[in-house]
């Protein structure tokens, strides 16, 4: 019995917006990295350990240096969360 191989393609499109609404990351990030994705932030001195809430399609929805927060804020938002590391 031979394994049936499925070939589905997604667009980058539809790749960007899988899981919008449903699911959002939590992500480590240090002090120097936070203008990158989150240009309206406040200056900070180098070497903070913050926590950060994404969208699924990596729009930034909180930063905060308390992990507790972004879960907090996640079920808020109705979004199931992974953490990435």
Same mark, same amino acid.
């Given at each position: 019995?031979?394994?049936?191989?499925? $070939?589905? $393609?997604?667009?980058?499109?539809?790749? /960007?917006?899988?899981?919008?609404?449903?699911v959002g990351y939590i992500r480590?990030?240090? $002090?120097? &990295?936070v203008s990158r994705c989150f240009? &309206? %932030?406040? &200056?900070?001195?180098?070497?903070?350990?913050?926590? /950060?809430? #994404? %969208? %699924?399609?990596?729009?930034?929805?909180?930063?905060?240096?308390?992990?507790?927060?972004? #879960?907090?804020? /996640? %079920? &808020?938002?109705?979004?199931?969360?992974?953490?990435l590391h």
């Open positions: 019995m031979g394994l049936k191989t499925i $070939s589905t $393609s997604l667009s980058k499109n539809d790749l /960007a917006h899988l899981g919008a609404g449903e480590k990030m240090r $002090s120097e &990295e240009p &309206e %932030a406040p &200056e900070m001195g180098p070497g903070i350990d913050l926590w /950060a809430l #994404f %969208a %699924a399609d990596g729009t930034p929805i909180l930063l905060t240096d308390n992990r507790s927060s972004t #879960f907090f804020k /996640a %079920a &808020e938002d109705d979004l199931r969360t992974v953490s």
